[in-house]
């Protein structure tokens, strides 16, 4: 579904990553970790194209980025949810406004979803705060709401930057249960995390992968994490 290959990234002309190979297939779930500033958000940033690499392919969903138009991008990037780390909402508008953005960026006719959208509200546990504006949720709830914005085109891939970020144990322990659930239907995963606990728990329950990045590199972590 999304494939790296040999994909180096620089910024100014430093190299952040450096000959990743990287391939996200149907129904995987992967976590993606390493210190602060080693590229986590960058590697995610090139999955979803927001950047393009210096050097090396990235192919989605069977095409090549570099040989697709700004159309072919934006339509390709709709299958591919994102959770951001500051999850980036407009705070003048309500939840439920919040989340339903992509269907109105997509041309999709709101109202007609309604019934879809009060389903995915209720199923981030979310059903009672679909009128609040976003300043007024807490970080939990922030973090839920921007997991339902990030599916409800019903992607077929779920990149999500530290989505556990400011949240208490149990709360991860909930967002890391949805995540699940959505492998569950079928969807590739890719979770950024600094949260080591919260990798040793998915492990029991979900086959993930880890990947970390070292040195400019990413490399499969061992059994031992
Ligand atoms: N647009 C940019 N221009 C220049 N440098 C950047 C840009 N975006 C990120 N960087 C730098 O690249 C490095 C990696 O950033 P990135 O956000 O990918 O790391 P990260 O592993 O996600 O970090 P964290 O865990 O702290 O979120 C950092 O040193 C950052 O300052």
Redesign the pocket.
């Known amino acids: 579904m999304i494939e790296l290959e040999d994909v180096s990234h620089s ?2 002309g430093a190299e ?1 990553l450096s000959g990743i190979s990287l391939r996200l297939q149907p129904g995987s779930f992967h976590f993606l970790t ?1 210190p ?7 590697l995610l940033k090139l999955c979803y194209a927001e950047l393009r690499p210096s050097r090396g392919r990235v192919r989605l969903f069977g095409a090549e980025l570099g040989r697709m138009d700004r159309d072919a991008v934006a339509r390709t990037r709709r299958r591919i949810g994102v959770v951001h ?1 500051d999850c980036q909402f407009l705070d003048h508008l309500p939840l439920a406004e919040n989340v339903s953005l992509p269907l109105l960026a997509a041309g999709r006719d709101v109202a007609a979803e309604s019934e879809n959208l009060r389903e995915l509200l209720a199923w981030v546990g979310l059903e009672a705060q679909t009128a609040s504006l976003p300043p007024q949720l807490s970080g939990g709830e922030r973090q839920r709401a921007a997991l339902a914005r990030a599916v409800i085109m019903s992607p077929d891939v779920i990149l999500a930057d ?1 989505p556990t970020g400011n949240v208490d144990w149990e709360m991860s322990l909930r967002i890391l249960q949805l995540l699940i659930e959505l492998n569950r239907m079928g969807k590739a995963i890719l979770v ?1 995390t ?1 949260d080591l606990n919260l990798i040793r728990t998915a492990k029991a329950h979900v086959a993930a992968r880890v990947l970390r ?1 070292k040195a400019r590199q990413v490399l499969l972590a061992g059994a031992d994490l």
Not at 36 to 42: C, F, I, W
């Open positions: 910024y100014g952040l390493g602060s500033g080693a590229g986590k958000t960058t780390q530290e950024a600094h990045i």
